[in-house]
């Protein structure tokens, strides 16, 4: 099946490199990191996986009275050539996950990643936790092997004891230990309250650990200031949420129910005193 969906475009010479997969997801962490990875170093077009197999269209657009032909969520590949380091990097980017069939189409990234005698795979996402908008994320970091876990423990990042990482940012590196290649996953803290806004703040977190790990140089100032603009918008969205909370679980006294205010009077006549 795969050989029939997997579309390579270009044949570079790729020294050993490492894959970093992206996909939509809570905070859009890897996907605002992954837009930014391809906006600063010069990726160039390696192939794409043909998405009519993963994904049906549920309608169409019409654009002037012209109705235009069913499209798809792009699955593309890119690689950079690191002349600076050991590796080279292919890039993939999703633009949404599949409701079925995700299981294949991680062997599908995975044969191409074989293909090009990949080091390791690297995934990166959200880690829900009670931390405030206003703070610094902290970066998790998980592996496929033990190994390569005490790898990690070099770069101070987070411990997970217990963690699901939902979807294909998730399920890539279960399908790469299935067939033994190395992978890691980099997670950044994003508060529960605002799991649906995207955070710039904690893709910047998971950056500068990912070009350190990889052995990078990336200009992060434009991330910098994208994460204190969100900041400021999850800050409103805190704020909302604390109105609604309110609104919820109070009741203003005016809006009370002259009964109950009888209620209480007689019970308040009625009761005894304890010291």
């Keep these: ?49 043909d998405p009519a ?13 012209v109705i235009q032909a ?11 050539k690191n002349d600076s380091g050991e590796n080279d990097l292919i890039l993939f980017m999703g633009e949404d996950q599949p409701m079925s069939k995700s299981y294949d189409l991680a062997h599908c990234i995975l044969d191409v990643a074989e293909r090009f005698g ?10 829900i936790t009670r931390i405030h908008h206003s703070e610094m994320p902290k970066v998790w970091g998980v592996a496929t092997s033990r190994p390569v876990a005490e790898e990690l423990a070099r770069h101070n990042l987070q411990h997970a004891d217990n963690l699901q990482i939902a979807g294909l940012n998730g399920l890539l590196l279960g399908v790469a230990k ?6 890691i996953c980099l997670l950044g803290e994003v508060p529960v309250y605002a799991s649906r806004v995207p955070n710039p703040m904690a893709a910047l977190a998971v950056l500068k650990v990912l070009t350190t790990v990889l052995g990078i140089q990336v200009d992060l ?16 969205v ?38």
Aim: hydrophobic share 40%; net charge negative.
């Design 1 to 49: 099946m795969s050989s029939s969906v997997i579309r390579i475009t270009a044949r570079p010479k790729l020294r050993t490199p490492n894959l970093l997969a992206a996909w939509p997801g809570i905070g859009n962490v890897a996907m605002i990191l992954a837009a930014y990875l391809r906006a600063k170093l010069p990726f160039k077009d390696l192939g794409y996986i």
């Design 53 to 65: 197999y993963f994904f049906d269209p549920v309608g169409v657009l019409v654009k002037d009275n």
């Design 70 to 80: 069913p499209t798809f969520p792009q699955n593309n590949f890119y690689y950079w």
């Design 118 to 127: 990949v080091n390791r795979i690297y995934t990166c996402a959200a880690a």
């Design 178 to 183: 299935e067939r033994a290649i190395e992978g």
């Design 221 to 236: 100032a434009e991330l910098a200031r994208m994460a204190v603009e969100a900041k400021e918008r999850i800050k409103q």
């Design 238 to 275: 805190a704020a909302q949420a604390m109105e609604e909370y309110i609104d919820y679980f109070t009741e203003p006294i005016w809006e009370r129910d002259v009964g109950e205010e009888n209620e209480e009077e007689d019970d308040d006549e009625g009761g005894e005193e304890v010291n």
